[in-house]
């Protein structure tokens, strides 16, 4: 059970480094990115700022969307295949009221910003059962591990949101003007968000998969 919650608790902070980063730079890049793959023809502008304005409500679930994927399968890896559907289909109902809330306000970024929030309700009673029935068990150095990702992603969100530009003169680019912009971009956020990481401290070793451990004697009868 050590090994399986210290595997468990690996996984996450994986989902973090990599989903936080992917959710904050499609987020403020969600302009640029539209323009560049579907800013052409009678996709005019304002289109790509309507299509924008849903995919930035869609990143904020991001990461949660890929933490539901390891949290059900913890799930699934003990023969327990009700409780992630239970979960699922309240978690319908969650985006089903949210949609009528928010559709009025919002528009269609509401309908968006619903399937964002039903997402993270899930990844939130995924872990919250896992805890409490003992099955998860929270790692010690998520404080520092924490502070670094949010040292990180501030510098990336920094670097990012001054490098972008406006929509306006993404729109008046080329097509191999913006798609160079935009490599350039993704390759720069790219690097400077695992230099800060290694400036503050982390290292790939802070997030290798745990070690095996040998079973005991009972362990080894049992599984046998």
Known sequence: MHQYAATLDWALRTILLIGFPAALALALLAGPILATLMGHGAFHQYDVLMSAQALVAYTVGLPAFMAVKILASAFYARQDVKTPVRIAVGCVVVNILCNLALIHVLLHVGLALSTAISSIVNATALAWILKRRGIYQVSPGWGQFSARLL???????????????????????????????????????????????YVAGFRLRDVRPPADEPLAEGEVLCAS
């Open 151 to 197: 040292l990180a992603n501030g510098v990336l969100a920094g670097g990012l949101w001054c490098c972008r530009g406006s929509l306006d003169v993404w729109m008046q680019c080329g097509v191999w003007m913006r798609t160079s912009w935009l490599i350039a971009l993704m390759a720069g956020g790219f690097c400077l968000y695992w230099l800060m990481l």
